[in-house]
């Protein structure tokens, strides 16, 4: 292939490390000039490529994007739009490969989770029916750790770190005060259909009766009564109850308990706070004390405690998609590929996206005890590798400080607009 520009963009909610994968797509494409020319970005994700609206990331000086490694959020905007069928929305593709054409783009980098990896696939299939063929590839990422075929997706690491560190500390909070305040604690987590960030809450508990004492898993249906016998039993060993739960508990039903009747760009339910149901249900029928807390977007923008792994893991990915793109591998993604737990050792694969699209990684039954309330050995093996080390950001004046781009726009060559 002629040199050609390459496109990148962000999708879905954002991580402490989807930066990291930014600036390892960015440096490493630079360190190829010889066969790409520049590095385009997606304002506000495929949105920008639909809209015309690039950012031309050779603007920037090799010092603010080497800042992307260690800044949380979405440099170039992130978005949640998943693009139908061609049956469904050919003026979609049609749009996107005529600005392709017109910016010289010959690869796609889609850095998000299973939508955007289905989105990948999707452009990586049509472009070549409508006779201009992209090479895609997809840059793993999603706090819920639910990529099929890859060992753990970049950005969970963090968010398990943050996760089990604030559940830690929240715990020995709720214990100084349990005897004329507080006896249950009860922090929300995300995780929708995989309850990975809920077990990583489980790593704070390293001996018998250390919190979290409950965990309260997508994949296990809540038993009210069985739940609320546990929180008895734990209130008289202990004096106290830290629960972790995951926004995405359902009951026998299999209905979500938080479900707000609303549904999000992709079509997935909105989920209204599961963290509040759980806490009122003690309060009414244990009349215990009680205060929750909703990690929300703390937990995936929380850079300043980020995992060395994860932000290792994040660059190698970054890194791996444009080598596997100038091979000319096509429609594939690279995976995290785990050789050893004691020493920790991983490597960096590849897996086609006919294998990764709109499919879900849940928690392995053997992952949680057979209680349902708690991890096991075998899942604390699993993932305690991946929250270790430290990967400090600069500090001045005692905050964190982090890279803002300029994020220059390129001038649009096509004369007509698209609306989305």
């Known amino acids: 292939m002629a040199k050609m520009n390459a496109f990148y963009a962000q999708s879905g909610g954002v991580t402490a490390v989807i930066n990291t994968s930014a600036c390892a797509v960015i440096e490493t494409a630079r360190k190829h000039k010889d066969k790409i020319g520049k590095v385009y970005a997606g304002r506000d994700g495929i949105i920008g490529a639909l809209t015309e609206d690039l950012i031309d990331t050779s603007k920037e000086p090799a010092s603010n994007i080497a800042g992307l490694r260690y800044t949380p959020g979405g440099a170039f905007g992130s978005c949640r739009y998943k693009l139908k069928s061609l049956e469904e929305s050919r003026a979609q593709y049609e749009r996107l490969i005529e600005v392709f054409k017109a910016h010289n783009i010959g690869y796609f980098f889609y850095n998000g989770g299973g939508d955007s990896a289905d989105t990948c696939l999707k452009v990586s299939q049509l472009s070549e029916q409508m006779g201009y063929p992209i090479v895609c590839v997809h840059v793993p990422k999603t706090v819920d750790n639910d990529l099929p075929i890859t060992d753990c ?38 995780g929708r259909h995989a309850g990975w960030i809920t077990a990583a809450c489980g790593l704070a508990s390293e001996k018998e009766g250390e919190p979290p004492h409950i965990l309260l ?73 009680y205060h929750w807390a909703v990690a929300d977007y703390l937990q995936r923008a929380a850079r300043h405690i980020a995992s060395k792994t994860d932000v290792a ?37 590849v897996a086609d ?29 699993y993932l305690s590798p991946l929250i270790q080390g430290e990967d400090y950001p600069p500090y001045k004046n ?15 060559k096509l004369k007509t607009e698209f609306e989305v």
């Open 153 to 190: 997706c970049p950005g969970f690491g963090s968010v398990a770190k943050y996760v089990a560190t604030s559940i830690r500390e929240a715990g020995y909070d709720v214990a100084s005060m349990a005897k004329t305040s507080t006896r249950v604690f009860v922090l929300e987590v995300m």
């Open 217 to 289: 898993f997508p994949e296990i249906t809540f038993d009210e009564d069985k739940f609320l016998a546990r929180v008895e039993e734990t209130i008289k060993n202990y004096g106290y109850c830290v629960i972790g739960v995951s926004e995405g508990l359902r009951n026998k039903d299999g209905q979500f308990l938080s479900e707000s009747g609303m549904r999000d760009a992709f079509g997935h339910a909105q989920l209204g706070g599961v963290a509040p149901i759980i806490a009122n249900l003690v309060r009414e029928r244990l009349k215990l004390k």
């Open 313 to 349: 893991q994040a660059y190698a990915v970054g890194k791996a998609a444009v080598e596997l793109a100038l091979k000319g591998k096509n429609a594939v993604m690279p995976t995290i590929v785990r050789k050893s737990n004691r020493p920790y050792k991983w490597s960096i694969g």
């Open 353 to 381: 996206l006919k294998d990764v699209a709109n499919r879900e990684k849940m928690m392995p039954r053997d992952y949680i005890t057979a209680d349902g309330f708690h991890i096991t050995a075998k899942c604390r093996a």
């Open 398 to 412: 005692g905050l964190p400080v982090y890279t803002r781009l300029k994020n220059v726009p390129v001038p649009k």
